[in-house]
Each structure stands twice: as C-alpha cells, then as structure tokens.
C-alpha cells in the first residue's frame, strides 16, 4: 500500500489497540462462501471455506545475476502480468496478491466444479511459463521455472490497516494459506521435477479426469504433476516451434 505521511500519535495507537484487543468474538462469524469485502470494517472479519493458488519463480535470487535491471523488469513484468491475468479471468477468484515473485489467488469454491476451475488456471499458468520462455530465448532471456501450490480449507479473512488513513487491505491468513504456500515452495525442487502440487482435499475434489492427470506424492503428503493447457500447448506447437 501507498503511504500517506501523518505524523505518530502513541497515545492514539495505544486505544486503537484496546479496541480491536476489545472485539466481540461474535464479530468473526463463520461463512460457507466468501462474503464480499465492501462488508468488511475494522472491527469484523470472516472465517470462510476457499481455495488458494499460490506460484512462484523458482531461484528467482539467481536472476540479478543473469541479467540487468531492464531485463529482469521485463521478466516480472511479463510473468506478472500474465499470471494474474489467468487468475482474474476465472470469476470464483475473490481477490490476488503479489509479493515479489510469488503471486497467490483466494477463490470461491463451494463446489466442486469450481475446484476444477482453481486447477485450470494453475494447467495454465504452467502452459504460459513455456511460451514466456520460448519468447524469453528470442531475446537472449534466461528461461524461468515455477512451483504451483493449490489448497482447501478455512481462512480468516480481514481488513487491517490504519483507520482514517486510507492505508488498509484485505488480509487472508489460516491454514489453508499456508498450505498452498507450502506446497508452492516444494513443487518442482529437487527429485520432484513436476511444477502443480495439490493437498489432498483438492484432489478429491477435482473431476475424475483431472484426478487422473496427478500421481501420489508421498515425501509431500499431496499429489502432483507437469499439467498442461493443451489449447495453450496447441498454440504453442503452431507458433514457437
């Protein structure tokens, strides 16, 4: 968030912190769905089922060393922009976030065809990194790789910020962020050279013919695979190759 220089009132920070530590317990309903977040205030939050997508470059430190300032923008620019492209075209995506190289989709999915959709755009975005690549190569880019995270289950959903500051943002945390986040940070590393990791519940969720696309990952307690989009993949074979 943008900053907007007011000068450090303690006093005034000290009661705005007996207020939230204040907050009723009821203030923090439970929800089947996500509820839209024009309904939430400073002192309410929701505790919601969702989906969460999370992706991220892998040995993104190596890359300043590959390249200089204009390219490497160019790369994040490129992956960025696309990758949040992918997550915004998919209407059960409630909100994105970007935190340097890792972008990271919250999504609406109580039901099962809507875990479906989740799991599309992560086929996608893997589809997506090959022709960035190839496009990256004509340029004299250094290729990029990713890990793709995907997890169900509840999250705590608020707003935090400064009030009366105009600084504030919707905050997701519980564990079905940091799952997703986890499972991201181990998919394609090591032995594991397959690039969408998904929990358990995700997989039981998914379409038999999606279920068919992955295989048990025991070291990680999830399933994984090297996905593809094969219109994306199509498309790639008639104008990259």
């Known amino acids: 968030m943008e900053t907007k220089f007011k000068t450090y009132n303690y006093e005034d920070g000290f009661s705005r912190v007996d207020e939230i530590l204040d907050e009723s ?3 923090f309903p439970e929800e089947d769905e996500i ?12 505790y919601v089922n969702c989906s969460a997508l999370f992706v ?10 590959k390249h200089k300032r204009p390219a490497l923008a160019k790369i994040y620019r490129s992956y960025i922009s696309e990758v949040v492209a992918i997550m915004n075209g998919n209407n059960n ?3 994105i976030r970007i935190e340097g190289d890792c972008v990271s989709g919250i999504y609406n999915t109580p039901k099962k065809h809507q875990v479906d959709g989740v799991f599309h755009d992560a086929y996608s975005i893997n589809s997506l990194i090959k022709v960035l690549n190839y496009k990256f190569g004509k340029r004299n880019i250094s290729a990029i790789s990713i890990g793709i995270g995907i997890a169900y289950g509840r999250a705590l959903m608020i ?9 504030n943002e919707v905050v997701w945390m519980g564990d079905v962020v940091n799952e997703a986040s986890n499972l991201c940070g181990s998919a394609n590393k090591g032995w594991s050279n397959k690039e969408i990791f998904v929990s358990d519940c995700i997989f039981s969720n998914l379409n038999e013919h999606n279920q068919n696309l992955l295989s048990k990952n025991y070291d990680h307690d999830c399933y994984h695979g090297s996905v593809i989009n094969t219109a ?10």
């Not at 509820?35 to 939050?45: A, I």
């Not at 994306?232 to 190759?241: A, I, L, P």
């Open 25 to 27: 317990d009821k203030s």
């Open 35 to 46: 509820p839209s977040r024009d309904k939430l205030t400073y002192k309410n939050g929701y």
């Open 56 to 65: 991220d470059i892998r040995d993104s430190s190596d890359l300043p060393n």
């Open 93 to 95: 995506c409630s909100e």
């Open 159 to 167: 707003k935090s910020g400064y009030r009366g500051s105009g600084l």
């Open 232 to 241: 994306m993949d199509e498309w790639y074979k008639e104008n990259c190759t």
